[in-house]
């Protein structure tokens, strides 16, 4: 149990163009999920929690205008990277918290496999 | 700004040894702790989960907490080559936003043949 996938694994796109992430919970029901950014060699960095049918929570200096969030249901969020410039190239990871799963906590967060961006 | 510190590393250890990775954090009101292992270029992958004080073995993976230290620690017996990563060291933090993990910048663990 406790699988979350995202799609696409891998993305490569021209500068100024718009990026979507799908984020998708398949064996349990996310109440909230999360989205990260790493670069190579660094540590995850926060970027956005977002709720079931309410706005996504931004981590400071994250442009929320720039990173859309959407969590429309509870097995799906999807972020959008929108007008997306090279310094926007990336590995970006969502991550989804259950409520009772067997095995782990009401706070236990479990990864998606990540999508690697690379913008031209 | 609650903080949770791990070595970088590397840490190496022969293979058949046992790995010691520690981890301290500054929110004395933290109450979850995790363990995820990350392989190169793929994502975090939890390994366990503890919520209090002393040991929790889960095959040849010992987690150990003391809140009064703030300090947790995970020990890996028997290290295979597979063990090779990076272990990230992961605290929740309870926010008026809701709760959400701070990360460690994780211990690179190399074990040798």
């Known amino acids: 149990g406790a699988v979350v996938s995202q799609h696409p694994s891998r993305v490569i796109c021209k500068s100024g163009t718009s990026v979507k992430i799908e984020c998708r919970s398949l064996?349990?029901?996310?109440?909230?999920m999360f989205w990260y950014r790493q670069f190579p060699k660094k540590s995850l960095m926060l970027m956005a929690t977002?709720?079931?049918?309410?706005?996504?929570?931004?981590e400071q200096g994250v442009e929320k205008d720039k990173f859309l969030i959407n969590h429309a249901s509870l097995t799906l969020s999807t972020l959008t990277v929108t007008s997306a410039h090279p310094e926007d190239s990336s590995f970006y990871i969502c991550?989804?918290?259950?409520?009772?799963?067997?095995?782990?906590?009401?706070?236990?967060?479990?990864f998606g496999p990540g999508t690697r961006l690379t913008v031209l | 700004q609650k903080e949770v510190e791990q070595n970088s590393g590397p840490l190496s250890v022969p293979e058949g040894a046992i790995a010691s990775l520690n981890c301290t954090y500054s929110?004395?009101?933290?109450?979850?702790f995790f363990w995820y292992r990350q392989y190169s270029g793929k994502s975090p992958e939890l390994i366990m989960s503890i919520y209090s004080n002393g040991d929790k073995e889960d095959g040849r993976f010992t987690a150990q907490l003391n809140k009064a230290s703030q300090y947790v620690s995970l020990l890996i017996r028997d290290s295979q080559p597979s063990d090779s990563a990076t272990y990230l060291c992961a605290v929740n933090e309870v926010t008026g936003g809701g709760n959400k993990l701070t990360f460690g910048t994780g211990t690179q663990l190399k074990v040798e043949l």
């Open positions: 064996d349990f029901q996310a109440t909230t």
């Open positions: 929110d004395r009101g933290s109450q979850s």
């Open positions: 977002s709720n079931e049918g309410s706005k996504a929570t931004y």
């Open positions: 991550s989804a918290r259950g409520g009772g799963l067997a095995g782990g906590g009401t706070d236990t967060q479990y």
